[in-house]
């Protein structure tokens, strides 16, 4: 077991951190909490290796002519910046770290149905970065994160291969983890823990996970075939030995669009549960919103072709992926009028995690309204491959998403760490993050609609305001990342000690002590409660209609 | 780290600590194995996909390719993979009646039948590389107007057949360690799961060749 | 036009002022919303900020009535937007029948213009204003995508397929062309301008210049690759008529009948036995696979349309084998043409379609 401790520990003190601090502990845990924190310290890492081409990126932008790097190098930076931030940090972020850790406390089970598989998937994960990362060293892709034919089959002369195989592993780390999700759910719910009680952080991820199981592997085919074209020089992409290019991009996007939705829905998960806990009250619309989630999963595998409509696929099939993208919309709007609903008449708290929950909830609206723009047909056919699809997604992943991440990180950290953060530091930064984002990616719209497009390493004069504002605002919201990463690990050591519900918040994972123990529950706990249950029992039901 | 629990010694080593019983212990591996298969399907309908659409493209030129596919072959081979499937089902049976030799006895000749499966696969491919069918190593084909389409259904075919037989040995490796543990007597009836798991898996191998074999071997046969 | 900042591109249609009344709308609409959410939270947080540490807010399941309105009537708006989505997407992407007819390549980095008349321009556009303009693209290599913001129109450069796409310019000025979609190192450098011009000022450009017009490029074309010895323009031997095909329909073998457009024809050039007109044999049209670039091709099938004249018997009424013995160009018929009934194998291996000589194929020995 372990080696030399500084003094005895009592059998209350032992907690899933300190029961052993082996190298082999680590690394061969089958433990869900240890393997979160794998995986939290993996994609921290992932996340600002990405932040260094973004960085460099907005370096470059600052001014039209391309005169701090190559052409190439400049391409291998967007190329890289992508498929870094969408596949090692955005798709296994919330579900990975947070998701790994809290899933089976909040279902009441000691550990994931498969915790073998959990630490498989960390290791495929580690294993596609290590491909990728060797790929990026080695001199790096060009061929942008979507690796369209002909030119990543035939012309690219860069490192394909390496970087899709390492997409490919990774692509089976996040099936296994989706896998592991649905089994969970279904099967461990300790007794009393039906469906209707389930937090909605738990319905996202298993909405996240039928995406992931369904998905995933029409990539890894794919991949597969470009693969096997880049090197045999044969296949059914390009169309100079008979193939078709657009067959490629159907492929592609019928995984990568349910693949943003693996991006969204836990953080929407996420803010949930912020909401609730600090409106200290029931969500509004329980089984609105849970169901929301799936409907974003299904109506989400419906709809790839709206990456298309300037291809030249049939403009009817354009109708078709143009109405249904608006239909996916609206599942999305309900979930932002029931956490604003459930605030009506809560008592809200100012707390860090509710001020990332409060700029989700305004950044996910502009981006997801800012989607509309992008899904009405005659109107894609100017903004689509300019910065206003850059400002629409980046609106979504990182005004949404990664919010949503830090808002459930500085949540859920005393439970994770035992300590708590500084809040001051903490609200300081949210502020800073929320400010350098919107300055770096609202002007991106204005520039996009000006015709600017995507992917270019030099530009036309007349956008260079624009862009000075977007390359101001990343480094502000540099400087928003950097300062959690240095207090959290601050907090590691010298914060506050936290207790079991530091928060006053429901949930099975604030009646167990922070940090867990390795166990979770000594008895299988037996569930009496709904969910968000913050009213008391002689409380009568309060109509709201109209 | 093991904790001594009450559990285990009512129920065994078998049962994991973080389950409750062993009923859940099953029911959970088999939704996981439901769930992979589900991923499989997926994997797999890329290329059926690429496939539809290009037989309904270049129709003639696909249906031309049937006459340099060997259906007698391909059907023992559809044979033999059923038949594999009866013996398996037979492994499955024999675990869950805890009948150790007839365990063995089945998964011996699941993997036999799979490794003659195997066999003529690698016939069949040894052929097509000799008839220069390969594309991309000297390819041609005999009849020039369909050769840059014939090509294509070739580069599905050996995708297609060759996932399929990836697929195969990995099943191989599978049943070789079940084979192990049956040697050793781990399966009882009380705990036979990873028997009825690798089982579904085995299935569902068979299950991709009952439809590849028409498509690939099939379509042009009447004309 | 002077680079100079501003906040909106300029609007050099009508349809571009369209999907700015759109993008307008949707704006609106936009703001609303976000205001409106932006708002009530701010308001709530405000409001119902926790006074005291034992404060129990009210227990509110949820409404029915609010879930519904709030889900119906956005979508109703939704549906607004993507009618007037619809209507806009066809306007640019159908072309009106009186267009000006222009061709374009794309071809890493650069955009090469062709006009009917013979121009031909790297990097630029010039039409006139006033007139529906229809341009014609195709791509050598990669995908690449025709852009110009001004306009507010783009379409993909695919290749393997013709993708074309329409508009008339009602403000003579000189714009942004942009490539749009990524195409390796210098894709930020495939720019360019397209300058709409007065039509009297059009006019006189056209005058200037030319290397002869696409029509007759083609003919040059189409004598070098020897169509001409089996495409007798009105006379029926081996290989279907070509006077008057361009824009007809085309009755095929299999019973299907088939509309001569320009996909039609450069497939019957590329893939000959793809489609065989009913009452010819397979096997008897090479194929020009990797000998012909898409500029030639362009000029081929701008020759092929120029080909109009008296009426002729319909395609695939005649028998096989029946030729007119001295019709009006003389010759006593189809001539022997010692290639006609080979049958040479279709490359196979990467041959982009440019002028590049083609690998030398040997047939390898085939026991069976």
Known sequence: MSTTVERPRTQQELNYLNIDYSWKSWLLTTDHKRIAILYLVSITAMFFVGGLFATLIRLELLTPRGDLVSDDTYNKFFTMHGIIMIFFFLIPSIPAVLGNFLIPIMVGAKDLAFPRINLLSWYLYIVGAIFTLGAVVSGGVDTGWTFYPPFSSTYSNTYVMATALGVFIAGFSSILTGLNFIATIHKMRAPGMTWSRLPLFVWSNYATSLIQILGTPVLAITLLLLAAERIAHVGIFDPSIGGDPILFQHLFWFYSHPAVYIMILPGMGVISELVTAFSRKRIFGYGFVAFASIAIAVIGFLVWGHHMFVTGQSLYAGMYFSLLSFAVAVPSAIKVFNWTATMYRGSISWDTPMLYAFGFIGLFTIGGLTGLFLATLGLDVHVTDTYFVVAHFHYVMVGGMVMAYLGGLHFWWPKISGRMYPEGWAKFAALVVFAGFNLTFFPQFIVGYQGMPRRYHAYAPEFQVLNVLSSAGASILGLGYLIPLIYMLWSLKYGKRASANPWGAVGLEWTVPSPPPWDNFPQTPVVTWEAYQYHKPWQPEVEVGR | ?223 | MEPHFSLWPEVASKHAANIDYLFIFLCVVSIIMTAGIFVTVFWFAMKYRRRSPDEIPPYIHGSWKLETAWSVLPFLVMLVMFGWGVKLYFDAYTSPPNALDVYVVGKQWMWKVQYPEGQQEINELHVPAGRPIKLTMASEDVIHSFFIPELRIKRDVVPGYFNSISFTATKPGRYHLFCAEYCGTQHSGMVGWVTVMDPAEYENWLASGGTGSMASQGEKLFQQLGCSTCHLLDQQGRCPVLRNVYGSPVKLDDGRTVIADDAYIRESVLDPNAKIVAGFKPDIMPTFQGQISEEGMMQLIAYIKSLTGPPRPPIGAADTGQTYGGGRFGGPGTPENSNAGATAPAPIGPTPITERPQPPRTSPERNR
């Open chain 2, 1 to 223: 780290m093991a904790v001594d629990t009450n559990l285990e010694e009512i129920h065994g080593p078998e049962l994991r600590h973080h389950f409750e019983t062993p009923d859940q212990q099953v029911e959970t591996s088999t939704i996981g194995m439901w769930t992979f298969l589900v991923t499989e399907i997926m994997f797999f309908s890329g290329m059926f996909a690429a496939y539809a659409i290009f037989r309904s493209l270049y129709h003639d030129a696909f249906a031309s390719t049937s006459k340099y596919m060997d259906v007698v072959v391909g059907a023992i081979n559809t044979a033999v993979l059923i038949c594999s499937s009866f013996t398996m089902v037979m492994a499955v049976r024999a675990a869950r009646l805890g009948m150790r030799n007839m365990i063995v006895l089945f998964l011996i000749l699941t993997m036999l039948l799979g490794l003659v499966f195997l066999g003529v696969k690698a016939y069949e491919y040894h052929h097509k590389w000799v008839e220069h069918l390969v594309p991309g190593f000297n390819f041609h084909y005999e009849e020039a107007k369909y050769e840059r389409h014939a090509a294509i259904f070739f580069f599905l075919y050996f995708m297609m057949t060759g996932m399929h037989a990836m697929h195969m040995v990995v099943g191989e490796g599978l049943l070789a360690t079940l084979l192990v543990m049956a040697w050793r007597g781990r399966f009882t009836a009380k705990w036979n799961t990873p028997v009825d798991m690798i089982g579904l898996y085995w299935h569902f191998v068979d299950i991709i060749w009952i439809f590849l074999f028409p498509l690939l071997y099939l379509i042009g046969q009447r004309a």
